[in-house]
């Protein structure tokens, strides 16, 4: 049922695959949406066209399926999951984020037939691109982890970009939303973040626990609040 | 009448559907229901307890599912393939739609509060708009009866126009959580109230099938507990358990049809599955489809009446409101880090500031002449799609601060009174149809300086509640003509064949029976003569309940 710490075999990844591409969706060109593959790659190889249909207005809600086909190359695949592990490194008892198959999502987000994912797959791919350029002959992903991050302090800090990389930086922010909600949302990293819900209990609904009213307490009482009664 | 088994054909299956068919049944009026979406079974389809991890695109929004993946919404969201509308040049207008049994009471907000006394006579008040055609007074009985029937949490809480219901009618509120105690503390130091929020969740077993709230899963997936009201799972069940409900799914109704004596006495539709047209015929017809929609079928119905049926005031299509929108997101330092705990609760408000200016504004202290409520958001949420934004940098410390700012975030929803104005209307595009062949609707829609000045007082209030709370504010504060929320956005539209006194400014009487076809009943936001900041759902409930009951007595004395 749950998202466990299997790499690039989870649950999601083999069950969301199963439905194979039915070539380019009418939908996409309507849309507006880049030409499929229209993004080329020098460095990462070429990825694939996207082909498969949006999950359209009544999928299945009991059986979640991708719909379309991953295109990601293997190289890109390897420079996202280095990434990943750059981003989410392992640490607090929590493994890093390609533990996940982070970079498995980013594929599935950047192959999906949406106008507003297919923008993000050209910025994207560029900021692949442009870290696989920057990096030494043997590629992002086999460079030392300290040459990755400071090729990723040029454009992951919000006020200190470099200048012309405006463009590299809001990719990044993009992949950082994108790898972080991802890894919140596994079962492991919820717990870390400390999400307790989604557990039905009976009867009241028993609230705050003691600790959280105390806590509260003591953020009120500098504020000079009170604790409003009857709630 | 020899050709059909039913007295009734309800158009519609929602809010003023479900009720309606609910009170004819009952009285053992023979009802023949109409729905333009498919068949919808939420034991069967409610993704309870789904991840969003288990969903395409970690369950995000789409254009497929404008609410996410496991939102209720089927075939349906801001634009339907091949259902287009369109706005006026000018206008902005954004209208939600579902293809499904039970319309959009699959996944509403649930949020349910009772229009007042003011509400009721705004014009009185303040001159401005028009009154409704009864008394608070008059519809106070059937709020409780609504409100015990289909279960609502709240607390009576003695506030000028936001009335208390009857003792014994409201179920317990859930307590409230961390940052909502938190709100309500800022709030009282202000002098602003914070009292239990209403919504249509059951906490207490009721005894008929329904379960009490579980204090999981999100109700805009739908409940198939049937805790968080829909018709689905109450009023459509109930109606059928009577034997006197028939429900024929895909039918897309574009015409009610009159006969020579000036009755209505059936509906044309196209038969979706097979893209047949049929025509149904009934001793009566009422119809739900939804303010727009109704609006579209009443005014594509032409009928032997210039510009569609039962329009001789020219009011259908008229007088389009929706609820004034704008919001303020505040980030509270004094919560981060705070001690977790299962912070789910009844999922959507247990608090919200009810408008409390109503004597200012009598006095004339205020820049703007109607109300609005601030709806309170702040938990522990499930993390999805969104979870890593706004973040700096990377590495275990930039997850460090996502977990120490989780739960922080607070947002003050504004839910206002919009006043009718002559620029807001929906009409017949004349020249786009469907893809059935069905005249399509443009609207026309502009805000007026009431609704911007009342949207800078909410975001004062909203900054002023979050500066108390130590926090600061992280959203963009625009300006109001920017902040609004678009015409139909806040899915609350209304007053599109309203009700009043007489047949010359008004579509209908108070019962929602057309003044021009007095067979004709129209029991859904449409005839909402003004748009309180109050959300429409419950009214819609409770009018369309009144109307029925009204109906069934007129049939069974043979007046109709």
């Known amino acids: 049922m749950s998202m466990q710490a299997l790499p690039k075999t989870d649950r999601r990844t083999t069950l969301k695959w199963l439905i194979a591409g039915i070539g380019v969706t009418p939908a996409l060109a309507a849309c507006g949406a880049p030409e499929p593959g229209a993004v080329a790659s020098k460095l990462l190889g070429m990825p694939k066209p996207i082909s498969g249909l949006p999950y359209g207005g009544d999928p299945d809600l009991m059986d979640p399926k991708v719909t379309w086909d991953l295109t990601m190359t293997p190289a890109q695949k390897r420079l996202a999951s280095a990434l990943t592990d750059l981003v989410m490194p392992a640490g607090d008892g929590l493994p890093a984020g390609s533990a996940f198959g982070i970079s498995d999502f980013i594929d ?15 910025r994207l791919f560029a900021l692949f691109e442009w870290l696989e350029g920057q990096a030494g002959e043997a590629g992002f992903a086999a460079t030392p ?8 302090d040029r454009i992951a800090w919000k006020d200190r970009v470099e200048e012309g990389l405006a463009d590299q930086a809001a990719a990044f922010d993009t992949f950082r939303n994108l790898s972080v909600s991802a890894y919140f949302s596994s079962e492991e990293g919820a717990q870390w973040l400390g999400y307790l819900g989604n557990r039905p209990a009976a009867g009241e609904y028993a609230g705050p626990t003691e600790e959280a009213l105390d806590h509260l307490q003591a953020a009120l009482e500098p504020l000079g609040l009170t604790l409003p009664e009857g709630l | 009448m020899a050709d059909h088994e039913h007295d009734v054909l309800v158009i519609g299956s929602g809010a003023g559907g479900g009720m309606a068919a609910y ?47 496991y939102n209720a919404t089927i075939d349906g969201g801001w634009d339907i393939d091949g259902e287009p509308y369109s706005s006026a040049e000018g206008s902005e207008f954004m209208w939600w739609r579902t293809r499904m049994l039970g319309g959009r009471t699959n996944h509403w907000a649930r949020n349910s509060f009772r229009m007042g006394p003011y509400d009721m006579k705004p014009k009185t008040r303040d001159g401005l708009g028009v009154d409704w055609p009864m008394s608070y007074e008059e519809l106070a009985p059937w709020y409780d009866r609504t409100e015990k029937l289909i279960g609502v949490y709240g607390a009576n809480s003695g506030l000028t126009n936001h009335p208390d219901s009857a003792a014994g009618v409201l179920q317990p509120p859930p307590k409230a959580r961390v940052p909502e105690l ?39 997936r739908g409940c198939n507990i049937g805790a968080a009201f829909q018709s689905t799972t109450s009023l459509l069940p109930w109606a059928r358990s009577t034997g006197n409900l028939t429900v024929t799914t895909d039918a897309m109704v574009y015409e009610i049809t009159k006969g020579a004596d000036g009755k209505a006495n059936g509906a044309r539709y196209i038969d979706k599955t097979t893209g047949e047209h049929k025509f149904i015929g009934a001793r009566a017809v009422v119809l739900t489809a939804s303010a727009a929609e109704s609006a579209r079928i009443l005014l594509n119905s032409s009928a032997d ?9 020219g009011q259908i299509g008229r007088n389009l409101m929706d609820t004034v929108g704008s919001g303020i997101t505040g980030q509270i330092p004094a919560l981060e880090n705070r001690p977790r705990y299962n912070e789910d609760g009844a999922m959507g408000m247990h608090v919200y500031i009810p408008f409390w200016l109503y004597e200012e504004q009598a006095a004339g202290q205020l820049d703007f002449p109607r109300g609005y409520h601030l709806e309170v958001y702040s938990q522990f949420g499930a993390p999805g799609m969104g979870s890593g934004s706004s973040l700096d940098g990377y590495g275990r410390g930039m997850l460090d601060v996502a977990r120490r700012y989780y739960g922080s975030f607070i947002h003050f929803a504004q839910r206002g009174e919009m006043i009718p104005n002559e620029n807001c ?15 399509t609707l443009k609207f026309h829609y502009k805000h007026s300086e009431h609704e911007y000045a009342q949207v800078a007082h909410a975001q004062q209030a909203s900054i002023e509640l979050i500066e108390r709370m130590g926090g600061s504010v992280v959203s963009d504060v625009k300006s109001p003509q920017e902040a609004i929320a678009a015409g139909g956005q806040i899915i609350h539209e209304i007053g599109t064949a309203r009700m009043g006194t007489t047949a010359a400014d008004s579509v209908t009487n108070s019962y929602g029976q ?47």
Not at chain 2, 37 to 45: H, L, S, T
Not at chain 2, 305 to 313: P, Q
């Open chain 1, 108 to 122: 599935e987000w950047v192959s999906s037939p949406y106008e507003k994912t297919q923008d993000d797959r050209e």
């Open chain 1, 145 to 152: 982890v300290a040459e990755q991050q400071a090729l990723l």
């Open chain 2, 23 to 69: 009170v004819l049944t009952q009285s053992g009026v023979k009802v023949h229901m109409l729905e333009a979406g498919r068949d919808y079974d939420p034991a069967a389809e409610t993704p309870m307890f789904s991840e969003n991890r288990d969903a395409p695109l970690l369950g995000t929004s789409t254009p497929d599912k404008d609410f996410g993946f």
């Open chain 2, 182 to 220: 938190f709100a309500a503390a800022a709030a009282s130091d202000i002098g602003i109230p914070c009292v239990p929020a209403r919504r249509a969740v059951l906490t207490r077993d009721p005894g008929d099938g329904r379960s009490a709230c579980f204090w999981a899963t999100d109700c805009g």
């Open chain 2, 305 to 313: 009446d210039s510009g569609g049926l039962a329009n001789s005031s």
């Open chain 2, 425 to 439: 209307f929906a009409e017949i595009d004349t020249d786009t149809k469907d893809k059935f062949g069905i005249p």
């Open chain 2, 514 to 560: 057309t003044w021009d076809v007095p067979n004709l009943f129209i029991l859904d936001g449409a005839i909402f003569s003004s748009k309180a900041h109050k959300n429409p759902t419950l009214t819609i409930l409770t009018l369309a309940m009144r109307g029925a009951d009204y109906l069934a007595n007129q049939m069974k004395r043979g007046a109709i």
